[in-house]
Each structure stands twice: as C-alpha cells, then as structure tokens.
C-alpha cells in the first residue's frame, strides 16, 4: 500500500514537472503572452495585426471596426498536442451605430498553472481608410500552491488602409508592464504588420512583433481562396522558429469552420479548431 501511493505520488510529480517544462519552455519562446486569433491567426503564424473579422477581437480590436454584422469566434489549440495543456478563447462583437462593441474570454494552461483573460474592447472608424480599438483586460494567474494574481491591463491599436490592395495595422499591448511575481513583469509587445491583397482571393500577411524585454519576432502569413468556400492558408515565424498550415471551409453565410496547427521545431505540433458564427 505505501510502495503504490508512493508511486502514484511521483508518477503525478514527474507529471507537474514535465508538464512545467512544456508551459514555461513556450513562455521563454514566445514573445510575451501572445494568443492566436483563432485557428485562421494559428494556420498563419499569428500575422494578424490587419484582420477585419471577429477574430480581430484577439490580435487587434481596430480590425473590428470594418465588421457589419454580429458575431461569435471560438477558437481551441491543444499546445503541442499534450492533452493537459488547453488553450481557449471565445469572443463576441457587435456593431452598433456608434463603434463596435466586443468581449473575449480566454483560458490557458493546466491544473497546475493556468492563466484566465476577460477583455472588454471598443472600436470605430474615424475614417473611411483609419480606425482605433482599445480593450479593457482583467488577467489572473493561478499556480495552487502559491494563489493566485489579478491584475488589470489595456491595449490599444489602429489599422490604416495605405493604399487600396495595403493595409497597416499597429497594436500595443500592456504598456505599462506590471509585476505579477517578483522580477516578472507582464510583457509589453508591440506589433507592426502589412497586408497586401492583389486580388480578393489572394491575402499576404507580414508582421513584426517586438516584446520590449526579447528579440524582434518576425512573422508572414498567406491566406488563399481556392474556391468561394474554401480558403488555404500557411504562415511562418522566427524566435522561436515556427511554421504552421490550415484551411478554413463556410458552412454558409452564418457558419464557418476554421482548422490551424503551428509545428515547433522542438516542442512538436500544436493543433487548433476554431467556428466562427453569426447569429
């Protein structure tokens, strides 16, 4: 009897720690606590700082400005494909006559460390070819055996259309950089992107994000629409290097199903599903 509950104890040891590993080797990765914008930012290596679709809720709320009706985003990854590390988001906007409205909530992790985000955002044009987006963000983070930190933080963004087939988007998340433990600060992570459309079936993404305290990352994305219905989509990332692939298939003009997976070249594949609805 004690020989099996001291099994049992060290194979859930061996468990938490390889399970550590997995979270704080992607933590130290990535630059910042970045999350995609949902299976069709995951298929393009999250280049999507110049979205304008519901997913935008996620990468940059001026995307959501150019959205004309409500809709719903949820969006799962199974973090390279280790059952207890779940990563999921969902989010709603709804135009209204003044600005867009949205809310997102997102969690991270695992039983012995997890991360929860509630987002509240706002956005509108002020142009024909400018718009602004701001969010309200409520972040805790949760490890059991040492409680758990809320902390409040916002990001803001534009998006510009240059040129009739160019598009900027900016966005800067947690600027202020506030400690959640002792000498670990929240990241502030600025992204700067283009989108060039030569067509309406061809969209190519570039994008660099820099998070004050790492490397500039450097990220592309190519999204392409085989048919009307059927979009094929591949992306590609440095520091850490990444290369991801997915399509996305609509249902109809109320349902679309996304697919995503990013391959780490050490942590191995990490695949995602995302739906996007509109009620």
Not at 111 to 117: I, K, P, R, S
Not at 241 to 261: M, N, P, Q, R, V
Request: hydrophobic share 45%; net charge negative.
């Amino acid at each position: 009897m004690y020989q099996d509950s001291t099994s049992s104890f060290l194979r859930s040891s061996l468990v938490s720690l390889g399970l550590c590993f997995f979270v704080f080797a992607e933590l130290a990765a990535q630059n910042g606590l970045s999350y995609a914008a949902g299976a069709r930012g995951l298929a393009m290596a999250n280049a999507s700082t110049t979205f304008q679709d519901v997913n935008s809720i996620f990468s940059n709320a001026a995307g959501l400005a150019y959205i004309d009706q409500a809709g719903i985003s949820l969006f799962a990854e199974q973090r390279f494909a280790v059952s207890e590390i779940k990563s999921v988001h969902a989010g709603f906007a709804m135009p209204t006559k003044s600005g867009v409205f949205g809310l997102r909530i997102q969690y991270y992790g695992f039983e012995d460390y997890n991360e929860q985000a509630i987002g509240l955002n706002y956005s509108r044009k002020l142009l024909d070819k400018l718009s602004i987006g701001a969010q309200i963000n409520y972040l805790n983070f949760r490890i059991p055996e040492y409680g758990s930190r809320g902390l409040l933080s916002f990001d803001i963004g534009f998006q510009s259309q240059i040129l009739e087939d160019l598009r900027l988007g900016f966005h800067l998340a947690n600027p202020i950089g506030q400690e959640v433990v002792e000498l670990d600060n929240l990241p502030t992570v600025l992204k700067l992107g283009l989108s060039y459309s030569p067509s309406d079936k061809v969209m190519v993404n570039l994008e660099a994000e820099k998070d004050i305290d790492l490397e500039t990352r450097l990220k592309g994305g190519i999204e392409y629409w085989l048919v009307d219905e059927l979009a094929l989509r591949v992306g590609f990332a440095s520091n850490p290097g990444t290369f991801s692939f997915g399509a996305g298939y609509a249902i109809s003009e109320k349902l679309k199903i996304d697919f995503g997976a990013s391959y780490h070249q050490v942590l191995g594949f990490s695949p995602g599903i995302g739906i996007l609805f509109f009620p």
